[in-house]
Structures are given as C-alpha cells and as structure tokens.
C-alpha cells in the first residue's frame, strides 16, 4: 500500500502530497495556464491549428478520447463513492480544487510526451516517459551522469507502467466489472452466478479487448473516440436525471459540500479529512504526474508539441470536475441512508463502504432499474480502461524489450490472458502491490517534470512567437 503519514488525526499518503505539491509548483511556474489558455485548448482540439501532412498517427481530439479513456474508470464510480463517505460532502470542493491544479502537470508532461518522441519510419510514433526521461534529462544534465540518470528513470517508468497496467489497468477493471454485472443480475443465484461464468465473461472481454489493441494506436483511438464521448454523455444525463428528481435538494447540497469543505463536520480529521480524501480522489482519477496519459498523447498529428499540451489540459478537468464531480453531487443530492449510514460507520471508526454501491443507491432513487444504466457505465469506462493502459503497456514493454511485431504480440497476447485471469482470481494482493508501482512511477515521472519544466516554459514561449509571426496561422472552417 502507499506510504502514508498521520496528520491530526487523518491519514495522507505520500503519492497524494507529492502530486498536489507539484500541480500548484507547475500551476504558478506556468502563471496559472490552465485557467487562461482554454479557448486555446479547443482551437487547437478542432484542428485549427492542424495539417494531414504533420507527423503522427492520430488527430488531437483521438488522442484526447485516448487518453481520457484511460482515466475515467471505476475509480470515477467506485472510488468518487468511497470519497464523500469517508470525507463527506466537503471532499467534492477539494476534489475539484485538486482536478484544477492537475491540469497544469498534465500539460506539462504531454508537451513533452510530443517534444521528445520517436517517430518511426513507417510513420508510427512512440513516446511517453521513457523518451522525455531517456532524452530530455541528458539534455539538461550534460555528461555521464545526465546519460545515466536519464537511463535508469526511463527504465524504471517502464517497468512501473508496465506492471500497472497489468494489475491496475486491466485485471483490477475485469474484475469489477464481472462483479457489478454478477450483482445486477441477481448476485450468487443469477446466471452469472454460476460455475465458469467468470471464465466465459473472461474469454469474452479479452476477445474484445484484443480485437482492438492488436490494431494499434490507430484502432484505439477509433474507437476511444466514439466510445469516450458516448459513455460520458449516458453518465452524465443519468446523473443529471438524479438531480432534477431530486431538485429540491440541490441548495442544500451545495451548502453541505462547501460547508464540509471548510469545516470538515462529521468527517474524521475534520477540514483536513476532507481536503485530504478530495485530493486523493482526484489524483487517483485523473492521473496527472503519472506520465500514463503523454503515451497516448504523443501519437498525436502536430508539428509543435505545446499544442498537445493544451489539449491534454482538458483531460483532467473532464474526469475529475466533469465526471467525478456529477457523481460526487449525485450522492450528496440524493442523500440516501445507505450514504449517511456509510460515513456514520466511517466515522465510527468501521470499514470503508462498497463505492459502487452507494452510488447505485443513489441512482435507484430515481427508478429501481436505474442502477442498470450504472452498470452500462461501469463496463463502458472498465472496457476502456483496459484498452488505453493496454497500449500504455505495448509502449513500455517494447522500450525494454525491443520494437517489433514479433515482441508486440507476445506482449498483446499476454495482456489479453491477463483480462481472463482478472476476471476469475481474487485480486488482494495485486491491488496491494499496483498502488506501490504507482507511487514509484510518480516519484520517477514527477523528478523529470522538475527537471524538464524550462524545456516546456520555452515551447511555449516559441509557439506563441511563431502565433505573432504569422509563422503559425489558425485554419478557418471551411
């Protein structure tokens, strides 16, 4: 498990300081980018700024569906859940706090996912950490030892998103996924509760899964890109039907998330609690200082590697103060016992409640099939998940193994095993060592942003010289 330290009494692990501390450092370093450059953000994400002829594989809005497929996961259910019961409503304001900030690193490590990625011959790119750390720390640490370093970070991102995506990215999300399913159907005595349910749905979802990672880049985004906005539209509207049910709720509820988020009553550790659980659930979600998402982000058809950047901005403020947010009020609005019974408990010093179902809880609020349409949610953004960090896995299996097809299928083919085997066994344990694979994997990613931030600060600085110039000029619709 993480590394964790107690403060007044509420528990903060170690990968969730060392992740807000460095959004706000880059947020200032930047003068606060995320805030002012949106409408930059979704020029550039409609391809104003865009030619065919750019080096790439997939445009900035496939790119951005990539990646955010990756992010929004069960942890946007599930995890948002466990959230506002162990740190109450107040947790949501400090999730959004934390979601804003994480921009800002998102931006920085994807601006130099593309600066310092390989393209290769055929015309297919690979980047991520591997690459920025390999070049971009021997660039800034000339000599022997700027080399070395550089080396062993690079190798050891590799290793870590390697085997996260193994536990965390795929067996974790299989898992869960057959269990919600199992439990909408009727549990231990559904059809799904029989002898080899387990291993078909397996067989299946790794069937699916395969039939697209073995296309590449190219085939995930295609279908990213429809599915991502699709399953954020079905969350959403049915959130958003929570909501207007339970119209009369809302001032209040927004009272007590506010209020929570200032005087943390009810919750252990008080304000500190809820700040706490808010920051982690945000840097859980959106994985800002991971360096999973630049991966996907690299692929991306441009020729100036600020522009991914600002579109990778978007990333977080989608999962963690879109997503994650509308779950977040789903629960508080709805106000069901089985929500205050859980921070009751909580705070009593009990286990942590099911996330998946308090917020189903919530949902049935509305009509009792409504958790059905939970259900399509959480396989929609499980199978996504899988596919994204199955590609993030692709990447840092070929750094350290070599690129070619022979290696790529072995890799692609063990993956999809992985799938089946995540959906039979019990995962204790494989949870217990994905969460220590990724504090190291933040440690390794976050040093080089330090390392490497006056490399993006001039990026920008030369992308908005060549806007003045005329250099770079913003296509019309046509």
């Not at 450059?37 to 020029?43: C, E, H, K, N, Q």
């Not at 600066?115 to 971009?136: I, N």
Request: hydrophobic letters at 50%; glycine letters at 12%.
């Amino acid at each position: 498990m993480f590394a964790e330290v107690t403060v007044l009494g509420a528990t903060f692990p170690w990968i969730v300081a060392w992740l807000v501390i460095a959004a706000a450092i880059f947020t200032v370093y930047f003068g606060f980018v995320q805030f002012r450059s949106i409408p930059l953000a979704l020029r550039i994400l409609r391809g104003r700024y865009s030619n065919d002829s750019d080096p790439g594989e997939i445009t900035h809005f496939q790119a951005l569906s990539s990646a955010v497929s990756g992010t929004v996961g069960l942890g946007n259910i599930a995890g948002v859940g466990v959230a506002v019961s162990v740190g109450g409503a107040g947790a949501t304001f400090w999730m959004i706090v934390a979601g804003l900030l994480g921009m800002c690193t998102k931006f920085v490590e994807c601006t130099l996912g593309v600066k310092y990625r390989d393209v290769h011959e055929d015309g297919t790119v690979s980047g991520g950490p591997m690459h920025y750390l390999r070049k971009g720390v021997a660039e800034r640490l000339p000599g022997g030892a700027g080399r070395v370093l550089g080396t062993v970070l690079a190798g050891l991102a590799a290793v870590f998103i390697l085997f996260f995506g193994v536990g965390g990215g795929n067996m974790f999300q299989a898992n869960q996924t057959f269990a919600q399913l199992q439990s909408v159907t009727g549990g231990d005595t559904g059809p799904l509760g029989t002898d080899g349910a387990a291993l078909i749905f397996g067989i299946v979802l790794a069937t699916l899964v395969g039939a697209v990672i073995f296309g590449g880049i190219t085939s995930i985004a295609r279908v990213t890109s429809r599915l991502v906005p699709s399953m954020a539209i079905i969350y959403v509207s049915a959130c958003l039907v929570v909501i207007v049910v339970n119209l009369d709720q809302v001032p209040a509820a927004f009272g007590a998330i506010f209020t929570g988020a200032f005087t943390g009553a009810g919750v252990a550790g008080g304000v500190l609690g809820a700040l706490i659980i808010g920051f982690q659930r945000a840097a859980f979600s959106n994985e800002a200082g991971l360096g999973s998402a630049p991966i996907a982000h690299s692929a991306v058809k441009t020729r100036h590697p600020v522009t991914e950047g600002y579109v990778a901005l978007l990333e977080p403020f989608i999962d963690t103060v879109v997503i994650c947010t509308m779950t977040a009020l789903t629960i508080v609005i709805a106000g069901t016992p089985l929500w205050r019974d859980a921070q009751a408990t909580v705070l009593a010093g009990g286990d942590t409640p099911d996330g998946v179902l308090v917020t189903s809880d919530a949902f049935a609020t509305v009509l009792p099939w409504f958790p059905v349409v939970l259900t399509l949610a959480v396989v929609l953004f499980a199978v996504s998940t899988i596919i994204t960090w199955g590609y993030y896995g692709q990447k840092a299996w070929c750094h350290l193994f070599g690129r070619s097809t022979v290696s790529e299928r072995i890799y692609q083919l063990m993956f999809t095993l992985f799938v089946v085997a995540g959906s039979v066994l019990s995962l204790g344990s494989v949870l217990d060592f994905a969460d220590a694979v990724l504090f190291l994997l933040a440690l390794v990613n976050i040093i080089g942003l330090y390392l490497l931030a006056p490399v993006v600060k001039r990026e920008v600085r030369d992308f908005h010289a060549k806007l003045r110039s005329g250099d770079v000029v913003e296509r019309q619709k046509t």
